[in-house]
């Protein structure tokens, strides 16, 4: 069977996900919307830097929604409208379009993700007989499905620490680095992705689901974090970071369980990999599990088409374009990784 895909947004994700539709055996691109008026009325293929595909972009939300497919692959920016995002899932749920998401990245578990979110896309869900499934490389794949898979090789687990390690320098959005992440700005109050909360908010359901996994309650979500100044300004592929301004962070998402911090998330973000030699080094995501057996595991990305934030990416976007065929035939309702059964690259061995 081959399901219809209406593509929703050409970002630094999406931008990725219209060939992979396209060149997808199981997948058919009928529609994509955007953002920029630049893009409206240019071939889909055009836009991502491949051949015509035969699909026109549009802005024309009303005109989308009115398209047979079966389901939205939504990659639209979520950074400062989480509400606005919830409320375009809930439409398009309720009009009847199953949605494969890596936008607001919180939903791969909702039921962290605030109150009342979980029961607004399940009551979506039933209205329109359809379902939702989010996920991503981070957060995603490596630091959910990843230690989950790993952990079933164990006899008893003591703690758990997922990590990305990674260098953002060749990352191009401006946007995201400097005015949410807060790269370049002179003080750490700045940054919104380190005001108090929204570390929880972002990573707290990675926490989450790992626990569910596991089968275990959380005492409380602990967040802490640690930033580095630049001793000098250069330049990375977003802009200039002066000095005197931040240029790495390192935090984490600490599950407390029986007083300890049994589930973390860390996050080792750097502009110059010579920089904060102290931080744990490396070049991707890596999986701790303390327990009888230890498990280490270390999973790096690369590209053909750039490098690791490249790869990156389009990993993001495949993630949740190979599991479509499970989604949409998957009972109505919100799909989690717990939900779905083992997918992989079915289809694409060339």
Request: hydrophobic content about 45%; glycine content about 10%; aromatic content about 6%.
């Amino acid at each position: 069977m081959v399901y219809r895909v209406i593509q929703w947004a050409t970002g630094t994700v999406g931008i990725h996900a219209v060939p992979a539709i396209v060149r997808h055996p199981d997948l058919e691109l009928v529609g994509l919307w955007v953002h920029s008026d630049s893009k409206v009325g240019r071939d889909a293929g055009e836009i991502c830097g491949t051949a015509p595909v035969g699909v026109t972009a549009t802005d024309d939300a009303e005109a989308l929604l009115a398209t047979e497919a079966d389901v939205i692959s939504y990659m639209a920016s979520s950074d400062i409208r989480p509400a606005e995002v919830v409320e375009d899932l809930c439409r398009m749920l309720s009009a009847g379009f199953n949605v494969v998401n890596t936008s607001f990245v919180p939903l791969l578990f909702p039921w962290a993700a605030g109150e009342g979110v979980a029961e607004q896309l399940q009551a979506a869900c039933s209205d329109g007989g359809t379902s939702i499934y989010t996920s991503g490389i981070d957060p995603g794949f490596a630091n959910v499905q990843l230690p989950i898979s790993a952990m079933s090789l164990c006899e008893r687990v003591d703690s758990v620490r997922v990590m990305e390690i990674v260098n953002y320098a060749t990352w191009d959005n401006p946007f995201t680095l400097f005015e949410i992440m807060g790269f370049g700005k002179p003080d750490e109050s700045e940054s919104l992705l380190l005001a108090p909360g929204s570390l929880r908010l972002a990573w707290g359901p990675v926490v989450e689901t790992i626990a569910a996994a596991l089968g275990t309650d959380l005492d409380e979500i602990v967040e802490q974090h640690e930033v580095i100044r630049a001793e000098e300004a250069f330049e990375i592929a977003s802009g200039k970071i002066d000095a005197g301004t931040i240029s790495g962070m390192r935090f984490e998402i600490q599950g407390i369980v029986s007083g300890r911090p049994a589930i973390v998330v860390e996050h080792v973000t750097r502009m110059r990999d010579e920089d904060a030699p102290h931080w744990p080094q490396g070049h991707g995501y890596r999986v701790q599990v303390d327990g009888e057996p230890h498990l280490g595991l270390d999973l790096s990305l690369g590209s053909a088409r750039g490098d690791h934030n490249t790869a990156g990416c389009l990993a993001t976007a495949m993630s949740v374009l190979n599991a479509v065929p499970h989604v949409v035939e998957a009972e109505p309702g919100i799909v989690t990784a717990l939900d779905l059964p083992l997918y992989t690259a079915t289809g694409l061995l060339s």
